[in-house]
């Protein structure tokens, strides 16, 4: 039985602590502008001060915290403004993933596929089909072409963006019915497959018109019912 301070014990343990704070800061529980101790959240939390020193800086790497120079931890949150840029930045790193794929010789799509299907199956429920897991699903083709694209620094850095996307998207409750989500990622993985020439054009249109627009009109339209 491995012991509590074993490294996959720890790792466990950091990665609660990262989702937990990086929760309470998107939903608005940790304010912008609020300082976070690090001994105050080991306290909270239960823990040491090294996985709660590593997740602090995980989050300064997403860009919801910031490092002062007097040594504090200060929360930034997001903004609609912020996650356009996330979507850009995504936009880039998912560009050469799939330029990666188009210019390999061999390639073994099945976990796109298997993904892909997965999200098919969702859709065929018709009626009965959920968008909160359609989103998901769609969610799920997106991490395995960034995986297939074997480059692992590609698919850490888009992972830390999109995570805090997939995050801010479920607490909003804005999703894609599941008929237009297949539709899309489909159209995506053809192109993917076909090793199409304009697949840049493609993975543009999917992120920026197809995801982005529909995320951003949901946020404005929640926003306004907000105010009423």
């Known amino acids: 039985m491995s012991s509590l301070s074993s ?10 602590i990262l989702s937990t704070l ?21 306290k909270r939390m239960n823990v040491s001060r090294g996985p709660v020193r590593r997740a602090l800086q ?17 929360v930034v949150g997001i903004s609609n403004t912020d996650i356009d840029d996330i979507y850009d930045l995504r936009l880039i790193l998912e560009k050469k993933a799939v330029l990666i794929l188009r210019d390999k010789d061999f390639v073994d799509y099945t976990p796109i596929l ?18 909160v897991v359609a989103a ?8 395995a072409i960034m995986k297939c694209s074997g480059n692992k620094a590609i698919f850490n850095a888009w992972k830390s963006l999109s995570t805090t996307l ?5 607490m ?5 019915e599941s008929e237009r989500a297949f539709a899309s990622h489909k159209l995506l993985v053809d192109a993917i497959i076909q090793k199409r020439e304009d697949i ?23 926003a306004e019912n907000e105010a009423d």
């Open 7 to 16: 490294p996959l014990q720890r790792s466990l343990i950091a990665k609660d």
């Open 22 to 42: 990086r929760y309470e800061i998107v939903s608005g529980e940790l304010k912008e502008g609020e300082y976070l101790r690090e001994v105050a959240i080991s």
């Open 58 to 74: 995980q989050l300064e790497a997403e860009g919801l915290v910031v490092s002062e120079e007097n040594g504090r931890t200060r």
């Open 114 to 131: 298997e993904s892909l299907n997965h999200l098919k199956q969702e859709r065929d429920k018709g009626p009965e089909s959920d968008p």
């Open 136 to 143: 998901g699903l769609g969610y799920d083709v997106h991490v």
């Open 166 to 170: 997939q995050l801010i998207m479920e």
């Open 172 to 176: 909003n409750g804005n999703y894609v």
């Open 200 to 222: 840049e054009r493609v993975i543009e249109q999917h992120l920026l018109q197809d995801s982005k627009d529909i995320y951003l009109s949901g946020l404005h339209k929640k």
